[in-house]
């Protein structure tokens, strides 16, 4: 008998039914025993434009039903090799940004006592930032993937310093990240200042903006952020309006301009090999999207970056 979980198969019930849980995985109490945590984090008390990403986490897990557990292009067994689990979601505050951020650190410093990956379904970009709070307690300075439309590095925003556009800013100042460390793919879109992404360069944050990449195979590019980061423990954000809107609409900050889904699993596959400690899919929001597109995209990058974890099993 196979000792992980397995996602129950479509063929044995249907995918309109069953557990509402992360490819209707088990859901577990505690991440004892587990290699890889999927953990709802329901916020959008720190998005500056269109607001909905509270409903991210559980239509991500509703789009999820439809994903079987074998990446037939690749041959990524994950579930063959990581013991994987739903943790549920975390009881942010909806009243208060500071005291949910407070509530998300503490909870993934209490994940983190075992050796588990929580990968993080948003939500709203801020909660990045106590996740890393969290990372770098157990592992040090972290390594940065960040695919996004935006840098996220502001000072502050309406007066407040934690939000979804200072986060990067914050860990740097903090330490958190190892500067020429960080990779940041796909920005774009207007700004306030000629400095919106110049001033993170000039941290040792490597930028890729996305008129760079159009029309451009990312696997070079994925197979050079591997190089560059080597060992060290690194952190996998991904914002999807990295995406351009034709693609994936339902996001509070869309940008036109930017990546295509095709390129986003191919950058992903290509960062197969990084030290992967944890990560996160960010920003969907379900009213601006009734198709579900949105976050079938994002539950099908959420299984990419599944694929690439240290110890996944390659059929």
């Not at 106590?130 to 309406?158: Q, T």
Request: aromatic letters at 8%.
């Amino acid at each position: 008998m196979n000792e992980f979980n397995q996602p129950v198969s479509g063929n044995d019930l249907a995918r309109f039914s069953g557990p509402q849980t992360f490819m209707r995985l088990p859901e577990v109490e505690t991440a004892e025993g587990l290699d890889v945590g999927f953990v709802g984090i329901p916020m959008d008390i720190g998005t500056s434009w269109r607001s909905g990403t509270r409903f991210g986490p559980k239509q991500l897990r509703q789009e999820s039903a439809m994903i079987r557990p074998y990446n037939i292009q690749t041959g990524a067994a994950p579930f063959d090799s990581l013991q994987c689990a739903d943790l549920g979601d975390i009881a942010i505050n909806t009243f208060s940004l500071a005291d949910s951020l407070s509530i998300i650190q503490k909870t993934y410093e209490d994940i983190l006592k075992y050796p588990v990956i929580p990968m993080g379904l948003g939500g709203d970009h801020s909660m990045t930032l106590p996740i890393l709070r969290a990372m770098a307690k157990k592992h040090g300075p972290l390594a940065l993937v960040h695919v996004d439309a935006h840098a996220d590095v502001n000072d502050e925003m309406f007066g407040e310093r934690e939000t979804h556009g200072t986060v990067f800013r914050r860990a740097y100042e903090e330490g958190i990240l190892v500067p020429n460390k960080v990779w940041q793919i796909g920005l774009r879109g207007t700004g306030y200042t000629a400095e919106d992404f110049t001033e993170a360069a000039g941290w040792g944050f490597n930028q890729r903006l996305a008129a760079d990449l159009w029309h451009k195979p990312l696997d070079t590019l994925g197979r050079e952020i591997v190089a560059s980061i080597g060992d060290q423990p690194c952190y996998f954000t991904y914002d999807i309006d990295s995406l351009d809107p034709s693609f994936a609409p339902g996001t509070g900050t869309p940008e036109i301009g930017g990546l295509t889904t095709m390129q986003a699993m191919q950058l992903i596959r290509n960062l197969k090999g990084l030290n992967i400690v944890g990560g996160d899919l960010v920003e969907v929001s379900p009213p601006y999207d009734t198709t579900g597109n949105t976050a079938l995209t994002g539950a099908n990058i959420m299984f990419e970056m599944l694929s690439i974890l240290p110890g996944v099993k390659y059929r």
